[in-house]
Every structure is written in C-alpha cells, then in structure tokens.
C-alpha cells in the first residue's frame, strides 16, 4: 500500500487547487464548484487516517460532510438563481450593493 | 514499484489534473465536466482506501445529485452575451501565490509529521472487500445516532430552504 503521506500529499494539492478557484473566478457557480473541492480534498483527508489507523470514525465524518456538501450546494445554487434572476448575471465582482 | 502504487499514480494525475481543469476553463460546462471525473478520481482513491462504501456514495451523491443540480444552475445563469469574463493577471498571480504558499506549508510542515505518526498501514491492498457497509450502518445506527438523526434534519431544512429560495416569485396584484 502507498504510504499515508502521498493521499494526504494529494488532498493537499487538492485543497490548495480548490483554494486558488475560490480565490480567482468571478462566475458564483464556478466559486462553489471550487468549494466542492476543497470539501472533496477534507473528506480524502479524513479517509485517507481513517484507513491507516484501522478505525471507522474517519470514514462516519466523510459521510456526513458528503451530505452536508449536498445540502449547502443545493442552497447555495437556489441563491445563486435567485441573485440571477433579480441582477442577471452572476459575477462575483460586481456583487457590491452592500459595500458603501 | 507496486501494482497499488501505480494505480494510486494513475488516479491522483486524473484527480489532480481534473481538479485544475476545472479552476482554469472559462467554459462553465466544460468546468462542470471535469468537476465530474475530479469527483470519480477521489471516489477510485476512496476504493483503495477501503471505503467502498464512501466510493459508492461519492457516486451517487456528488457525480449523481450534486452535479445535476450544478448542470441545472449553469444552464438556468447562462450568461446570454457570453463574454468570458476572469481575473486580471495580477490577481490571479497574487491567488496562485496563496494557493501556494498554503500548499507548501501543508506539505512541508504538516504532512510527514501526520504520516510519521499514523505508521504503516495494517490492511493489505488485496484485502476482498468486506463488511465495510455492514460495519458503518452498525455504526451510524448505534454509536453515531446522534449525528444520524440530525443530519436528516439538515437535508431537511437544507430541502425547504432550497424550494422557498429557488421558487418563481409569482407575485399577483389583485387583492386576495
């Protein structure tokens, strides 16, 4: 079996893949594509000690992290459509009512 | 050089390599796409990891559910005058140099210190799948009951959330 730290190597660069998509696209649905892999890279984390530790904790919290993944993208994909329809268009930089 | 060690390789280039697709395509269904075998390289990373049970709801929830619903809210937001829109340069650049900065920390402070400490692995690769979803159903059901119950409640809220959000707003004039 490859040794721990290369899973944990990839989730890593994961993580840090998803960060850079957060930080760098405009379009909402492209953020929270980016969230989906940061979230994606934690539940490799927690999978990858789960396995190399021989418990199962590690594998419980990846699912419920999966579902609560599917939970906040579906509320914040409804939001985002709301924002469309109200503004049309969805650019992250130009969400700048509230700023004074 | 391993057969498993191969096979992890195969799989983190797929997910890694998809996963950069997705930050860097300006096309939002192309992006959508690569999301997809993004989610299917964790899921075969998942399988070598012993969590069949998590690989078959990878599938299920994130390539099956949640990409559906992201497919949906792309086509629903097509922007109409298609103008591709990103990023100046200097700011991607100053985006990279954090994705870096933090990458470079976690891989070089965090992550032999962890693998020191987690040792070997005691499971063989070829270990026939067993008893993996029989163990965590055991599990959710008796010592994680809590957060079982719980979590139904968040899908819950998290779907009338969703429905009161996302509705037509059908607001009529006339007097009721």
């Known amino acids: 079996m490859p040794p721990s730290s290369w899973y944990l190597y990839v989730a890593a660069a994961l993580f840090s893949i ?17 969230v989906e892999l940061m979230l994606n890279a934690a539940n490799l984390n927690l999978v990858t000690m789960s396995a190399y530790r021989d418990v199962l904790s590690g594998q419980v ?19 985002v459509i ?15 009512i509230m700023r004074w | ?17 998809s996963a950069l697709a997705v ?20 899921a075969a990373l998942y399988v070598m990891l012993h969590a069949e049970f998590l690989f078959a709801m990878q ?3 994130y390539v099956g559910a949640i990409m559906v619903l992201f497919m949906f ?33 976690i891989a070089g402070n965090v992550i032999p210190r962890v693998s020191a400490a987690l040792g070997e692995a005691s499971v063989p690769l070829d270990r026939v799948a067993e008893e993996n979803t029989r163990k965590l159903g055991l599990a959710l059901l008796t010592g994680y009951i809590l957060p079982f119950e719980l979590i139904s409640l968040i899908l819950l809220t998290a779907l009338v959330a969703a429905i009161v959000i996302g509705k037509e707003d059908s607001r009529e004039d006339a007097s009721e």
């Open chain 1, 18 to 34: 998803g960060l850079f998509g957060v930080l760098t696209r405009r379009n909402a649905i492209a953020i929270l594509m980016s």
């Open chain 1, 61 to 79: 919290f990846a699912l419920f992290v999966m579902a609560l993944a599917a939970a906040e993208a579906a509320v914040g994909l409804a939001i």
């Open chain 1, 82 to 96: 709301n924002v469309y329809r109200t503004v049309r268009h969805i650019d992250a930089d130009r969400f700048n």
């Open chain 2, 1 to 17: 050089m391993q057969a498993s060690e191969i096979w992890f390789g195969i799989f983190a280039v797929i997910t890694l390599v």
């Open chain 2, 23 to 42: 930050v860097l395509s300006r096309n939002l269904v192309r992006a959508a796409l690569y999301l997809v075998f993004t989610f299917l390289g964790v």
């Open chain 2, 59 to 61: 599938i299920l929830i």
């Open chain 2, 73 to 105: 809210a792309v086509f629903l937001t097509q922007q109409v005058m298609q103008a591709q829109i990103t990023l100046s340069s200097v700011s991607r650049l100053v985006g990279a140099l954090a994705s870096a900065i933090f990458l470079v920390f």
